[in-house]
Every structure is written in C-alpha cells, then in structure tokens.
C-alpha cells in the first residue's frame, strides 16, 4: 500500500518535506516548519473563504457534493424527508441516533414544555419598530435570551447544555412567530401544547379569534418537511460562525445569535428571501431572458443558483420540487411557480450555467412553498433559521466536546499594509 504522506520540496532552499496524510488531509501547522532561515515564520496556507480547509473532525452530516448526496448521521435525505418528522431529525443530529418510541415520546415532550418565552422577552420584542426585519428580531432576541438564562455559560456541564438545547429548540419558534404578529400589529398567540412542533407554529403565526387552531395536516407535514431539509448542512457559513464564535467558550445563546447573523445574509439564508422578490420583479416569463442575459454580463446573480459544494444538483431541491406540486393541489398554484420553472429550463440548457455548474439550490422552490402557506417574504430566512437551530447546536456541542482539538479559532492573515513609521504630529500631516 502507498505510504499515507506527501513530499513537499521546497525550491527556494532544496529541502525536502514528510507530511502525513490522514483523512484526506494535510495538517496545516505542519507547513510553519517548512522555512528559510531561523527568523522566517514558515509557510502559512492562503484560502480565503476557506473553499478547501477542513475546520474540524465532524460526525453529524455527510455531502458528496459531486453525486448529490446528503445525509444525516448516514441516513440519507430522501428516506428523513419521507419518513420522519423534524423533531425525530432533530434528536437524531443532535444524538447521533435516530430514538426509540420512549426516547422520542420523552423529547417531544421536552421540546412541549419549553415553547414558552419569558414575558420580559415579548416586551423586548415588542420594543423593535414595527418594519423590523423578523432576522433581525430573531438574531438580537436570541442574543439577549443569555441575559435570561445566565447559567448558560456553564457549557462544561452536560445537563446544562441540554437545558440550553431543548429551550433554543422550543423557543425558537415561539420567538419567531412573536416577531411576526408584532409587525402586522396582532397580538401574540400562545403555544398551544395539543399540536405538533410545526403545527404549534402554524397556530402561532395564523390563529385569530377561533379557540383552536386546526391546520391543514398536508400543510403541516409540508412545513415539516422543510424543516426536515433545512435542519444541517455540515460546516456552511453560520454553522461556521457558530462554532468559531462559540470557540471562544461563550454561551450557545450568543453563539447560534452569530450563526443567525451569517445566515441573514442573501448568499446564505436570506436567499430564499431574494429569490421570491427577483421572481417578483421578473413578473413574466418573456423577461426571463432579459434577466439571464444580465446574469451572464455578470451584472446580477440568479438568486436559488448554485452552490459551494453541490456542483451537479442540490438534492434538497429537488425533495422540494416533489413537495411543491403536493401543496399545490392543497392551495391555489403560485403563479410565480410558472416563472420559476421557465427559468430553470432556460438556465438549465444555457452553456453559461451549464459550464459554471449552477443548478437551482434549496433556496429556489422552497420560498414558492413558503409564500403558499401564506408567510411573508420576509419570514422565509426565519424559517430557516428555526429548522437550523438543531443542525447549529449539534456542531457547537460537537466542537466543545472534541477536548483534543477545540481551541480558540484564530486564522492567520497576510499583512500587505505600511511597514513600520513614526507618527507625526497632526500639524505637520
Ligand atoms: N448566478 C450567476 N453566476 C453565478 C451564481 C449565480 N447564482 N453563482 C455562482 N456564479 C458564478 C460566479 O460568478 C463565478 O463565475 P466566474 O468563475 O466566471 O467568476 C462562478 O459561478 C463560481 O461562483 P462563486 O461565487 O465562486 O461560487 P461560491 O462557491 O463562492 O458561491 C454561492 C456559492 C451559493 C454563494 C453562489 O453560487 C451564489 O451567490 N448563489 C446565489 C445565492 C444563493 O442562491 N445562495 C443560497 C445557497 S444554498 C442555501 C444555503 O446553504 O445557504
């Protein structure tokens, strides 16, 4: 069998390198022996946006970005979205088991009972303007939520972090539809303990004046099943700010407050937000070649395409397409449905996207569903950031767990400013 390393020979002073391969990898703390002289620092790695740096040893999610794969903890997308609920998901990315009926019946009712938010937290959220963004609400509230719990910082203690766990879960959607009746003026509706983690939802973002909320079950498990494909995505943007930030050894609630920062951003979670309104401002299929041709100009990016490491399809896409057409035999067809499937055939037949590999992400059909359940534009990357919780507090535990290798993230960087100089004086400037 070939040796696990690989020889680096160094031009500049001829001398050659030994570094073991293990996984696949190459450890980058090695390349500082590799030097000029005694006062040299040794070889740094350039990579910018991290496009080819592996940041940890990981557990929870697998992706073959080239065959389309995704999986949690080995089982596969397709199977979780077709036969689970997002709570089981969520036990299972956080415990790396799928759980027995005991396991399962203990932990819905752990998620149940911790849906409440304490009622200074409404007041916060009732504080913001009434045009706030809901990530934004979403992102401050969950920040502040370790002014509540202050205990939170106990991260080395195991219940503790499971107390932590099972509010952000439950909280979260509470905290999300809260900020939703806060912009249209409502008053908030309370958790409602008969209904499902997505049901409950529902009812706190939709219910009116009747006593009790009955949702439509297809609605439901469409819902759940968005959240199913939504719930990890290995070591993407926010789940990356989650654990540097929470390298640090802060809280979780001001950990995941960092990783629904990243998210809000239109590259990541707030896609889903940017693909809606860019079906919205085409308005007609016969601009749709207007808009490609704009994009090939480099002029505009087409919101819902492509991906850092799908480069063949985004499987979750088309778990959705299926889905879409099932609500849509539930509510009125999204007429901007039809744009959008006209887009991706033009796109998809277009040598530029064909040889850029951009094919339609999770982002691309799942605001059609979204907008269809009646949420506002505006909650789409919340939604995301709800399904993600679980996916984000499974990495931060992992990272805090892993004794041998967590250590502060601390990336390295290559200084090109002003070399050393005296300061002078304002009058002579
Ligand atoms: N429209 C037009 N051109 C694109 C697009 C796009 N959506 N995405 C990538 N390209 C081009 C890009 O201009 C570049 O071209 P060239 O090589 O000629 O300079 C090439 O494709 C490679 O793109 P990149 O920006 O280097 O790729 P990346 O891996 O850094 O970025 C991405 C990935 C998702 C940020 C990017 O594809 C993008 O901006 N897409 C639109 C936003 C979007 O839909 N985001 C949701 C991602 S999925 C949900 C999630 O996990 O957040």
Request: charged share 25%; proline share 6%; glycine share 6%.
């Amino acid at each position: 069998m070939a040796e696990e390393s690989l020889t680096v020979r160094d031009n500049r002073t001829g001398k050659e390198y030994v570094l073991p391969i293990t996984n696949g990898t190459v450890p980058a703390p090695k390349f500082r022996d590799i030097k000029t002289g005694p006062d040299d620092f040794g070889l740094m790695c350039y990579d910018p946006a991290l496009n080819n740096t592996a940041v940890c040893k990981s557990r929870i999610t697998y992706i073959d970005g080239d065959k389309g794969i995704l999986e949690y903890r080995g089982y596969p997308i397709e199977q979780l979205a077709e036969k689970s609920t997002y709570l089981e998901v969520a036990y299972l990315v956080l415990h790396g088991e799928l759980p027995t009926s005991e396991q399962l019946k203990q932990w819905i009712h752990d998620i149940t009972h911790h849906t409440i938010i304490h009622e200074n937290i409404k007041r916060f959220i009732g504080s913001f303007h009434h045009d706030a963004h809901p990530m934004g609400i979403l992102c401050g509230t969950v920040g502040a939520m370790s002014t509540f719990y202050p205990s939170a910082k106990n991260i080395e203690d195991s219940e503790c972090r499971a107390l932590q766990i099972r509010r952000l879960i439950a909280k979260m959607p509470t905290i999300a539809a809260f900020a939703y009746r806060h912009s249209v003026g409502m008053p908030v509706v309370y958790p409602d303990n008969d209904l499902s983690y997505t049901a409950n939802f529902l009812s706190m973002m939709n219910k009116m004046t009747e006593l009790k909320y009955q949702p439509d079950p297809v609605l439901v498990r469409a819902l759940d099943v968005l959240f199913i494909l939504h719930a990890d995505h290995e070591q993407n943007c926010s789940t990356s700010a989650v654990r540097v930030v929470g390298s640090s050894r802060v809280d979780p609630y001001s950990a995941l407050a960092a990783g629904i920062a990243a998210l809000y951003g239109p590259l990541h979670g707030g896609a889903n937000e940017a693909v809606l309104r860019m079906l919205q401002e085409i308005g007609s299929k016969d601009k749709i070649p207007a808009l490609i041709r704009k994009v090939k100009a480099k002029e505009a990016l087409l919101m819902g395409f492509g991906h850092r490491v799908y480069k063949n399809f985004d499987p979750r896409a088309k778990i959705i397409k299926v889905l879409a057409d099932q609500v849509f035999d539930r509510v009125p067809r999204n007429p901007l449905l039809d744009i959008a499937l006209e887009l991706e055939r033009i796109a998809l037949q277009d040598d530029y996207f064909i040889q850029h590999k951009l094919y339609p992400n999770v982002d691309f059909y799942s605001g059609l569903i979204y907008q269809s359940l009646r949420f506002p534009v505006d909650m789409f990357p919340v939604l995301f950031a709800i399904a993600r919780t679980s996916g984000w507090l499974a990495q931060w535990e992992e990272m805090i767990l892993d004794e041998k290798e967590q250590r502060i993230a601390r990336p390295r960087q290559v200084y090109l400013g002003a070399k050393r100089r005296e300061y002078v004086a304002i009058e002579k400037r």
